[in-house]
């Protein structure tokens, strides 16, 4: 593995001859697999398939088609490329063999996203530093785009399709606009929500439909409530929270689909971060980010661990980077009951894994958010 340049890697949705296997876009133009092996505390990743995209080319975005989890369809990949390409990918049923199926010239200047309509798997969409977001069918042999659109000032550069809500889609773009596309009618955006920095990631929460998560470099990353069509100002989503502080480019961001468990709740330091004082809904109330772990390398070399027996320790953190905050007393949330405060005691706190990383100074931060609920999200 030592050598490879990852332009994006993105972890299949589900198991593949009953492994997780995690696909990679690198500098080499070249397409690559691997799977997880080993044990809870010692695990690396073993090489798979891959696939060359030809004629000298970075490989720059991947996608799978298991964004809904299985849905019968045979096992497939996206790509884009730097020099404007975008190809589809087959993958066999033990993920040893990787072959390319289609390629086509999508975009004048770097393609630098691909990524399956999660609904229907036949379409791709595409963006591109040509400004352009297009759509295609891949069962065409036309290579005409279902639609192109320009609505982006700048660059695309991530694309993300909605795995719970049909027919909507998310892009972000180095113009630090988020848009978000109803995909029966592409003429013009939904909602555009500016976020002041270049948008080059975007995930949407596994569960809560609404909430969308946005690495944008120059600042930082935000949480979006995207709840199109029922806010007062359904033109533009809300900035839940977002943390500004990275030393270096945000680019990377995403979810976790796995539970937290008891001890992790109750052993890890606070990091309130900055709100948005105009986006507190009644529904919606103390949001916070914890801080668990921060890695000063570009190696995430420690794992996440239940520290049963440590309920006071301060995660790891890289010397001369922000320290985590301690709430008054012991960083517990209090009994709402002793306190006689019943109001209180029937707001729910929601809790949700994210992990952020940066590029020039190669740091790896993985939070809690915390929402604190008197009705629920959906």
């Given at each position: ?66 964004g809904r989890e299985p849905c019968g369809q045979p096992l497939r990949l996206v790509s884009s490329d730097s020099k404007g390409r975008v190809s589809l990918l087959s993958v066999d049923e033990s993920g040893s063999s990787v072959d390319v199926l289609d390629q086509w010239k999508g975009h004048d200047f770097e393609a630098w996203v691909a990524a399956f309509d999660y609904w229907n798997t036949h379409v791709v969409y595409s963006g591109g530093d040509d400004c352009k977001l297009q759509g295609w069918d891949t069962r065409s042999s036309s290579r005409v785009p279902l639609f ?231």
């Amino acid at each position: 593995m030592v050598g490879w340049m990852l332009l994006r890697f993105r972890l299949c949705h589900v198991p593949i001859a009953g492994r997780p296997v995690l696909g990679i876009a690198n500098a080499q133009g070249v397409v690559k697999l691997a799977h997880l092996i080993g044990s809870e505390k010692s695990c690396k990743l073993q090489p798979l398939g891959s696939v060359d995209l030809g004629d000298d080319c970075l490989a720059l975005s991947l996608d799978w088609s298991t964004g809904r989890e299985p849905c019968g369809q045979p096992l497939r990949l996206v790509s884009s490329d730097s020099k404007g390409r975008v190809s589809l990918l087959s993958v066999d049923e033990s993920g040893s063999s990787v072959d390319v199926l289609d390629q086509w010239k999508g975009h004048d200047f770097e393609a630098w996203v691909a990524a399956f309509d999660y609904w229907n798997t036949h379409v791709v969409y595409s963006g591109g530093d040509d400004c352009k977001l297009q759509g295609w069918d891949t069962r065409s042999s036309s290579r005409v785009p279902l639609f192109t659109s320009k609505q982006h000032s700048m660059g695309v550069c991530s694309i993300q399709s909605h795995p719970l809500r049909e027919n909507l889609l998310a892009t972000g773009s180095y113009d630090e606009h988020v848009l978000l596309w109803d995909t029966r009618k592409m003429k013009q955006p939904l909602v555009d929500t500016h976020v002041q920095g270049g948008v080059w990631r975007l995930k949407w929460h596994p569960s809560r439909e609404q909430l969308l998560l946005a690495a944008c470099m120059h600042n930082g990353f935000v949480i979006l409530n995207c709840q199109n069509g029922s806010d007062e100002n359904p033109e533009k989503c809300t900035i839940l929270s977002s943390y500004a502080l990275h030393n270096s480019l945000a680019y990377g961001a995403d979810w976790s689909k796995l539970p937290l468990s008891d001890s992790l709740e109750t052993s890890t330091a606070m990091l309130t971060i900055q709100e948005d004082r105009s986006a507190s809904r009644e529904d919606l109330k103390g949001q916070s980010l914890k801080i668990v772990y921060e890695s000063p390398t570009a190696t995430f070399d420690v794992l996440l661990e239940e520290e049963e027996n440590r309920p006071s320790a301060s995660p790891p953190r890289a010397e001369g980077t922000l320290a985590p905050q301690r709430p008054p007393g012991d960083g517990r949330v209090p009994d709402t009951k002793a306190n006689g405060d019943a109001r209180a005691a029937k707001v729910r706190t929601e809790t949700s894994l994210l992990a952020t990383c940066s590029f020039y100074d190669n740091v790896l931060h993985v939070w809690k958010w915390e929402v604190s609920q008197s009705s629920s999200l959906a």
